[in-house]
Each structure stands twice: as C-alpha cells, then as structure tokens.
C-alpha cells in the first residue's frame, strides 16, 4: 500500500516552454501533498505544501507564479513550471502524507534545453 | 530551530561490517523521526521510523537509536551489503503537519 507515482518520469523542454507533472496517490486518499526539488548530491528542499481543494503553501524564496501547484482531487496534486529556464532544471518528487508519514514518489528529472 | 544535523557526510564501509549515521535535531516539538533511503535517480524509500516514546527500534538489519534527551537519533545498518550502497537521509516531523524537515543525507558505500 501507501504507493505514489509520478508522471513523466523524465522530460526535456526547450526553455520557454511550460512543463505539468503529475503527481498521484494510488492507493489512498492524500489531503496533504508535498513538492520537492533536489539538487544533485543534495536534501530534499520542500517547495510547497499542497492541499486538496485550496491554494498552495509556499515556502520562503519559492516563486508561486513559476511553479503553480494544483490539488484538484484526493489523489492528484500537479505541478506545472512556467516558462521554464535552463536553472529550472532538476529533480522533482512528491510526496502524499497518510497517517503523518509520507510517502514519496519516483521523481521526475526535467532538463530545460 | 527547523535544523536537522546529519552526519557523516560520506561514509565506506566494509561487506558485514555496521554502518552507523547520526541526526540531531532542535525542535522539542518534533515527534516523528523517520530514515529514508534513496538510490541514483529515484525517490526516497521509507527504511524504518521511531516515535519519541521508545529509545530503539529494530526492523530486520536497520536499528533506530533515539535519545530524547540529547536530541539525538541514529540509524544503524549492521551486516552492510553493497547492495545498502545509497544515500540515507533522516528527517524529523511534528506529526500534525506531515511537514518533514530532512537532513542533509550521506552517502553510504558499502566494499565487496
């Protein structure tokens, strides 16, 4: 159980354009989703805090308008980077909380051209 | 406040040997402290967690120490296998929020 996936798993984009991923709770119902970003060799550096059916909680320096984040359902939250540049580029993961753990995804590797 | 200190940053250690990493944290209001283990390229893999009402916790080869007073906690690998070569990151939780403040991750090598 407690399974979380993402899509896609890799993408390249030409700087400019604008890149959704998906991220779903397969198996249970997340009221809480967590975004990340990670840099090579690096911690995993929370980025917003998404809850169903409101607006995004962003942490301090995360530009909102550049990573919009939605949390339309239970078991969908999605972030989409906007007008993406190549300092845009790295390794997204999410995670869904149940039962104050969370559960993370396999990560999505974005490379802005 | 929010800090969580891991360390070491990078460890090698040999086939059987015990791989031992330390976290510390600060915030008394933390009751959550799980380890994650994450390989080149996926996501982070929950290991195993301890609640701050228990000192140890064992599951299979990987132990939790916690120490409440120093604020500390230790994930213990014994009998390491190169397949345990990944990076291990501790986080800490007030478990009402789900939010994870994680540590800075180390980089375990395991020799054959």
């Known amino acids: 159980g407690a399974v979380v996936s993402q899509h896609p798993s890799r993408v390249i984009c030409k700087s400019g354009t604008s890149v959704k991923i998906e991220c779903r709770s397969l198996d249970f119902q997340a009221t809480t989703m967590f975004w990340y970003r990670q840099f090579p060799k690096k911690s995993l550096m929370l980025m917003a805090t998404?809850?169903?059916?409101?607006?995004?909680?962003?942490e301090q320096g995360v530009e909102k308008d550049k990573f919009l984040i939605n949390h339309a359902s239970l078991t969908l939250s999605t972030l989409t980077v906007t007008s993406a540049h190549p300092e845009d580029s790295s390794f997204y993961i999410c995670s869904a909380g149940e039962r104050g753990e969370q559960f993370f995804g396999p990560g999505t590797r974005l490379t802005v051209l | 406040q929010q800090q969580v200190k891991q360390s070491p940053q990078s460890l090698i250690v040999q086939k059987g040997g015990i791989s031992i990493i330390n976290c510390a944290y600060e915030?008394?209001?933390?009751?959550?402290f799980p380890w994650y283990q994450q390989f080149p390229g996926k996501g982070p893999a929950l290991l195993i967690a301890i609640r701050p009402d228990v000192s140890e916790k064992k599951e299979g080869r990987f132990t939790i120490s916690f120490n409440k007073s120093a604020k500390q906690f230790s994930l213990h690998i014994m009998d390491s296998q190169p397949g345990d070569s990944a990076t291990y990151f501790c986080a800490a939780s007030n478990s009402g929020t789900y939010k994870y403040i994680f540590g800075t991750g180390t980089r375990l090598k395991v020799l054959a």
């Open positions: 998404s809850n169903e059916g409101s607006k995004a909680t962003y």
């Open positions: 915030n008394t209001a933390f009751d959550y």
